[in-house]
């Protein structure tokens, strides 16, 4: 047996003790958009795991959720988000236009446009079909309810939006009349229109109105597990959109509470293998390759749409749902 | 079952209807007439249902309750997300106060706020023996001089408050002074014991300036006052200092609740009593420094009598170079009596040729309703009366004063707040507080002999005694009554015959709204 001299020991005992001196306890807060709760509350565990084994460090991640938009909002008006993971690029863009809280150049700090995962939006009908839907096109039937939150305020209701008007245009020529029509009938069938996702799924599930959710993929599956496969039915529509969600630091406020360090760890972790496992777990769409080759039977192929086809969220915002824009015109509450 | 699906429906619209929150009325119009709609509709299907066979009724009302029970979930729900939005949007909306401090609006997150102020005095004098300071040669007093008055003395609306949370400010015109713009400055409260003030505003000097216009004891500061500034245009770095353990507060410009506080003021220079011209323009480029610090020696110290004791001392210096004799801070001094506010002493034919300091040791001693607060100061100017003429003359004053609030509330150097307010009706009668001041001017006799002043209109001494009756109807609204009795040694006479100005003996009332 090896012999373990009093030297050795007390440099081990010094390593420790300063190790624990040194150690410290990080909070975090992500600010992000309805529907990740679930896959943050599990990804905050697994990188704090992560970083404790890497530096000593505890970190605590809180998280704050709601209808995307709502939520950039909120970070200009003063919510002090390390990070900030929300639905579409243009909200968080915002915090650099109005505030100058990141840098111009966000979206090229990390991967694939700084987004880690992609997804899609499917729907989510109830058991049985009975409406029989299974596009779009069934969405504007008369008689058809449906359940999808307010653009002006969540994220994933503005996906929604770019798929139907994508599917709109592909099957009238392109004709933009045609495809406000299109809309005009759709949001006409919406009873209600919540202000995130997460509050459409309740008002389709929980208050049971409404024939079909239009929502994101993950939240889907999510009804499924949650309320039960044998109540509702996730039905995936030939065609669709590619949603990025975007990541990043607010650099302003991380620099404030001195987190900048973590706060790009915490989000560069979403593209490790573990972290793009979990990812996969949560019906997200991983960007990495292997991975999403062994997760591809979950998510079924399907036509996208990309937001880059309508010029990019900037202009699709404004000429959309800025004030008086086409949705302002076609839908009346 | 029918009358468990009915009661439901029932409840449900009874929900809907009573879950309506008044500021969604407008929207809610509509909801309302379409849930009425609604139990019109369910009435008519209740009374099918009593008329018509069970079996064959039940299963033709089924897809129609359903198509009810829908609507009525889809109304609920329209209401919860117009709540939720009213609600999100009402979080944004900034807080009006209204109270005994003012008007205070205030965003959402309190780093925001804006408060508007005011103050108006309404004064009565009344000149006991108004001889006006003139004495015939045998020394009979004249009966000329000052004629029994009411008095607009202030009216003030001001605004304060601040942004970005640490962007302090203060824009106060009166618009029944001849200053009409007392008081308009910024103050970056970047740390609690590092802010910059900028702009016009009271310098850091006499204690009795420095205290709130409407707060003090007496309708008129006392002598030791008017060899300060009244206010100057410049820039100052104050802090405020906590007793460890506790943390500052932040006090303003010149600050009263804090153990230790300190200002350093770099000033135009506006001369003992002076104050920045019309265009708040000053005619030479040498400045006015001051400092002052001030603590609360006993603030924690769980003797609750002398947590209020401050002490502290304030200084000037400044080098004025008298180009043109008669410029603002460029002359020698002048100063009124107390609560008369006539001219009783004027060095302005006399040009200020160097250094000019002062100094102020002050303190005040608050004690639950006992109150005190005292002062010195010497105001040294260096002074020229003509070619080789030079001098220098030290002019000084000194005051106490007692005050004592016979309905037991605390006396505060910020005033006194009745515990119960006037209202004869309910037998409650506000706060009383009574006071007495001694205070004294001595002038430099160097003023006389080689300044060249005459003695018969420049006073070479003054006492003065008061005692006043303060009536706090309501935190907010004052009566005031002094009397004020002022011996001259000088001032009067003519010639070489140089006799006493004649004693001031005046009645002053105050009636005083400040909020």
């Known amino acids: 047996m090896r012999k373990y001299s009093f030297k050795s020991f007390a440099v081990a005992a010094l390593v420790a003790v300063t190790t624990l001196a040194n150690a410290a306890e990080i909070n975090l807060l992500n600010v992000s958009y309805d529907p990740t709760r679930e896959f943050y509350k599990e990804y905050n565990e697994v990188f704090a795991k992560y970083w404790k084994e890497k530096t000593g460090d505890t970190v605590t991640v809180k998280q704050s959720h709601g209808g995307g938009g709502k939520q950039a909002r909120a970070v200009l008006d003063g919510l002090e988000a390390d990070v900030v993971t929300l639905a579409i690029s243009y909200d968080i863009h915002q915090l650099y236009t109005k505030r100058k809280l990141i840098p111009e150049n966000w979206q090229s700090q990390l991967p694939n446009n700084s987004s880690p995962y992609t997804s899609t939006m499917v729907f989510v009908v109830r058991k049985g079909n009975p409406k029989n839907i299974k596009d779009w096109s069934d969405l504007v039937k008369p008689g058809i309810s449906i359940v999808t939150p307010n653009p002006k305020t969540s994220g994933g209701a503005r996906w929604n939006y770019v798929a139907a008007w994508g599917y709109a245009l592909k099957h009238n020529g392109n004709n933009e009349e045609a495809a406000k029509d299109f809309l005009k009938k759709l949001f006409k069938n919406a009873p209600v229109l919540d202000t995130g996702a997460r509050g459409a799924t309740t008002t389709f599930v929980e208050r049971e109105i409404g024939d079909v959710l239009i929502t994101w993929e993950n939240e889907a599956h999510l009804v499924l597990k949650e309320f039960g496969a044998d109540k509702f039915e996730v039905v995936v529509p030939p065609f669709s959109v590619l949603a990025e969600p975007p990541v990043t630091v607010v650099e302003d406020v991380a620099r404030k509470h001195g987190t900048e360090e973590v706060a790009g760890a915490y989000l560069k972790y979403l593209y490790s293998k573990e972290g793009q496992e979990l990812i996969a777990k949560h019906y997200y769409r991983p960007s990495d390759k292997e991975v999403a080759a062994k997760y591809a039977k979950q998510f079924p192929a399907l036509e996208l749409v990309t937001i880059a086809q309508f010029g990019g969220w900037d202009e699709f915002q404004n000429k959309h749902f800025a004030d008086g824009g086409v949705f302002d015109k076609i839908y009346q509450p | ?515």
Do not use: C
Request: net charge neutral.
């Open chain 2, 1 to 515: 079952m029918k009358l468990f699906k009915q009661s439901t429906l029932a409840s449900g619209i009874a929900l809907a209807l009573f879950s309506i929150p008044a500021a969604q009325a407008a929207n809610s119009d509509a909801l309302e007439q379409r849930i009425r709609e609604l139990e019109a509709r369910l009435e008519k299907f209740e009374k099918a249902t009593a008329v018509a066979p069970a079996p064959a009724t039940t299963a033709q009302a089924a897809p129609e309750v359903e198509k009810l029970k829908t609507k009525i979930n889809t109304l609920e729900r329209k209401f919860e997300v117009e709540k939720e939005v009213n609600e999100a949007n009402a979080l944004k909306l900034p807080k009006f106060d209204a109270g005994p401090d003012g008007f205070r609006i205030t965003s959402q997150d309190g780093k925001h706020q804006v408060r508007i102020r005011g103050a108006v005095q309404g004064d009565g004098r009344f000149y006991a023996e108004d001889h006006g300071g003139a004495r015939t040669a045998g020394g009979t007093a004249t009966s000329s001089g000052l004629p029994d008055q009411f008095q607009l003395k202030q009216a003030r609306v001001w605004l304060e408050g601040k942004f970005f949370d640490n962007i302090y400010f203060k824009i106060m015109p009166d618009f029944a002074a001849s200053d009409l713009l007392p008081d308009a400055y910024l103050d970056y409260a970047y740390q609690s014991f590092a802010s910059l003030s900028v702009g016009k505003q009271k310098t850091p000097l006499s204690l009795e300036r420095l205290q709130g216009d409407a707060d003090g004891m007496f309708l008129e500061r006392a002598a030791p006052t008017y060899l300060a500034s009244n206010r100057d245009v410049g820039i100052m770095l104050h802090g405020e200092f906590a007793k460890p353990g506790y943390k500052a507060e932040y006090g303003g410009p010149v600050d009263f609740k804090n153990f230790i506080s300190y200002q350093l003021g770099v000033f135009n220079g506006a001369g003992d009593n002076g104050k920045p011209g019309a265009d708040g323009q000053t005619k030479f480029d040498d400045k006015e420094f001051d400092g002052r610090i001030w603590a609360h020696p006993f603030q924690h110290s769980g003797y609750d009598w002398l947590e209020g004791l401050g002490l502290g001392i304030a200084g000037s210096w400044a080098h004025p170079n008298a180009g043109t004799i008669g410029t603002n801070g460029l002359s020698g001094p002048s100063y009124p009596s107390n609560i008369s506010q006539q001219t009783i002493f004027n060095a302005s034919s006399l040009g200020a040729q160097g250094t000019h300091i002062r100094i102020y040791p002050q303190a005040y001693w608050y004690a639950g309703p006992f109150g005190f607060m005292g002062e010195y100061v010497l105001s040294q100017y260096h002074l020229n009366a003509a070619a080789n003429k030079n001098f220098t003359a030290n002019n000084s004053a000194w005051q106490t004063q007692f005050s004592y609030v016979l309905t037991g509330e605390d006396a505060t150097f910020q005033g006194v707040k009745p515990i119960r307010n006037f209202n004869p009706s309910e037998g409650t009668w506000g706060a009383l507080q009574l006071g007495i001041r001694f205070s004294h001017l001595d002038i430099d006799p160097t003023n006389f002999s080689i300044g060249g002043l005459s003695k018969t209109t420049n006073i070479r001494q003054s006492a003065a005694w008061a005692v006043g009756l303060n009536w706090f109807l309501t935190q907010n609204a004052i009566v005031r009554a002094d009397y004020e009795e002022t011996d001259f040694t000088g001032g009067a006479g003519s010639g070489v015959n140089v006799w006493d100005r004649p004693k001031e003996k005046i009645f002053g009332t105050r009636f005083q709204l400040a909020f």
